[in-house]
C-alpha cells in the first residue's frame, strides 16, 4: 500500500473528517468535516500514472470482471506523497448530515458536476462543483424545513432520495422546489411497533439494482424498498449489532448487503437470497446474515467503508488508525496499514482501477504480442482509495465552536466521545494497492 497524496489539517479542538467520496469519474474528492464546511479537492493528474498499458475502467454490472487470485502488495507507506489542496469550499450554515454525487458527473462536463448536500434546517441543495453555487433547491411541503439526515441519487440521475424519520421523500431534479413526486412510509403510523422506526441514518441505491433502495436506521434496522411501488420489500432487525446503523452498500454481485453500525465490532453482510417470508408480508429474520467482518469501531463516531466497482475488495478504517483491505472473493483480510494516529472516519475506493486481465486477454488475441505470463494465470488489478481521519475533541470547552459539533448535530462530549479525542489534526490521504 503506497500513499500517493495527502492533505492535514491541524486544529487545537480536534476537528475530524465526516466523510469523503470520489467523484464517478475519479478526478476530484469531496470532503466534509466537523466545522461545517464541505471541500472539494483535484486529484493529482500523476495519481494514475502508469495505466495506459492497462484498461482504466469501471466494469459492465452485466459482465462482471474475473475474480483476482494473488493478495495485495503491502509496503511500507512511501515517504513522498503530493500536497492536496482544496480548489473549493463551501462553508455551510449549519452541521452537513449527507452528501452526495451525482452519478453521472464528469469533469469535462460542467453540466454534470454537481453535488447534493442534506444540511440540518435547510433543503436539500444541489452544488455546482465548480463554483460551489447552489444550482437547485428540494424540500418537503410545510412550514417549517425539515433537513433529510441521508440522501442518495437514483441509479439514472433522474431523482434525489432524502431519508427522514418514518418516510423517505424523492424529488426530481427537474423540478426544485417543496414539491416530492414520491413519498414512501417506512412505518404504518408513528406509534405503530411495525415496519422501520427511526431516523433513516443512511441511504443507498446500486445500478446493480436500479428498482431497489437501502435504507438503514439508528434504531437498529435495514430496510429494503421497491421503487417501482414504492412499498418495503424486506425490513431486517433481529441480528444486527451495535447501536445504530450507519452505512448500508449493495455489492456487485446484487445479492449481499454491506451493512456498517456504530459502537460495533464487525461490519456484517447480509444476503438477499436468504430473507424469509413472514406473514403480514415483511421479511424480518436473521439467518440472512451470512458474515461479519471484524472491525474496530466501539465509538459513536462514524467508520465508513467502501467496495470497489468489481466487488472484488473492500476497504475499511478502524478506531485505531488502522486501513484495511479484506477480499471479497475469498473472504479474507489481505492487508492492514497503520495510516494515522487518529481513526479513519471514511473511504471511498475510486470508481475507476486499473486491470492488466482485460489487456491480457486483448494481447492473448494478437499473434505479434508476445506473452511472459503463464496463461490461466490471474495478475493483480490495481486500485486507488482515499481516506479521512480525525477524531472528536475530548475535553469539553468553554465556548461551542464548529469543531465541536458531530455530523449528526451532536456535541462532542461524555458518551458521544467513545473515549475518544486524543488527534488533533485530520487528514485525507490517497493510497495506491494492488491486489
Known amino acids: 500500500m503506497r500513499e500517493r497524496c495527502h492533505f492535514v489539517e491541524h486544529h487545537p ?24 464546511c464541505l471541500r472539494l479537492f483535484d486529484a493529482p493528474a500523476t495519481l494514475f500514472a502508469g495505466t495506459a498499458t492497462s484498461r482504466l475502467h469501471s466494469p459492465d454490472p452485466k459482465k462482471p470482471d474475473s475474480p483476482f487470485g494473488a493478495g495485495p502488495n503491502i509496503s511500507e507507506l512511501a515517504p513522498e506523497s503530493t500536497m492536496l489542496a482544496p480548489s473549493l469550499a463551501v462553508k455551510c450554515p449549519e452541521n452537513v ?27 436539500i441543495q444541489l452544488f455546482d462543483a465548480y463554483s460551489g453555487e447552489v444550482r437547485a433547491a428540494y424540500t418537503a411541503k410545510g412550514d417549517v424545513v425539515t433537513a433529510p439526515h441521508s440522501i442518495a441519487f ?36 408513528r406509534k405503530s411497533p411495525l415496519g422501520q422506526k427511526g431516523i433513516l441514518s443512511c441511504l443507498s441505491t446500486s445500478p446493480y439494482h436500479p428498482n431497489l433502495l437501502l435504507a438503514g436506521s439508528f434504531s437498529k434496522s435495514v430496510g429494503i424498498y421497491d421503487l417501482s411501488c414504492n412499498e418495503p420489500v424486506a425490513i431486517v432487525k433481529a441480528g444486527l449489532i451495535g447501536t445504530g446503523v450507519t452505512q448500508v452498500e449493495l455489492l456487485a454481485d446484487g445479492n449481499r448487503i454491506l451493512v456498517g453500525s456504530r459502537k460495533s465490532r ?18 424480518n429474520k436473521s439467518n440472512c446474515i451470512v458474515q461479519e467482518i471484524e472491525r474496530d469501531g466501539m465509538t459513536n463516531q462514524r467508520l465508513g467503508f467502501s467496495a470497489s466497482s468489481d466487488g472484488s475488495v473492500l476497504c475499511f478504517g478502524d478506531q485505531g ?48 504480442v508476445s506473452m511472459d505470463v503463464e496463461y490461466g494465470a490471474m495478475l493483480p488489478s490495481k486500485y486507488w482509495v482515499s481516506a479521512c481521519t480525525g477524531e472528536r475533541s475530548k475535553n469539553r470547552v468553554a465556548a461551542l465552536s464548529d469543531s465541536d459539533v458531530s455530523d449528526h448535530g451532536e456535541v462532542a462530549t461524555g458518551e458521544n466521545q467513545g473515549g475518544l479525542g486524543k488527534g488533533t489534526s485530520a487528514e485525507i490521504k490517497v493510497f495506491e494497492f494492488s491486489c
Open 13 to 36: 479542538s480536534g476537528v475530524h473528517f465526516a466523510g469523503v467520496a470520489f467523484s464517478p469519474d475519479s478526478t476530484c474528492i469531496l470532503a466534509s468535516d466537523s466545522r461545517r
Open 154 to 189: 437514483s441509479p439514472n440521475g433522474s431523482r434525489v432520495y432524502g431519508g427522514l424519520e418514518g418516510r423517505i421523500l424523492a424529488f426530481d431534479l427537474n423540478f426544485q422546489g417543496s414539491n416530492p413526486i414520491a413519498e414512501i412510509s417506512t412505518t404504518p403510523t
Open 321 to 368: 488508525g488502522s486501513l484495511s483491505l479484506y477480499s471479497l472473493i475469498d473472504s479474507r483480510l489481505v492487508g492492514k496499514a497503520r495510516v494515522s494516529n487518529n481513526a479513519v472516519g471514511g473511504t471511498s475506493i475510486s470508481p475507476y482501477f486499473q486491470n492488466p486481465n482485460y489487456q491480457r486477454q486483448q494481447d492473448e488475441q494478437d499473434p505479434d
Open 97 to 123: 448530515y449527507s452528501f452526495a454525487w451525482f452519478p453521472f458527473m464528469r469533469s469535462a462536463d460542467t453540466a454534470t458536476c454537481l453535488f447534493a448536500a442534506s444540511i440540518r434546517d435547510h433543503p
Open 266 to 283: 464487525a461490519i456484517q453482510i447480509l444476503d438477499i437470497r436468504y430473507l424469509d417470508q413472514q406473514d403480514e408480508g415483511i421479511r
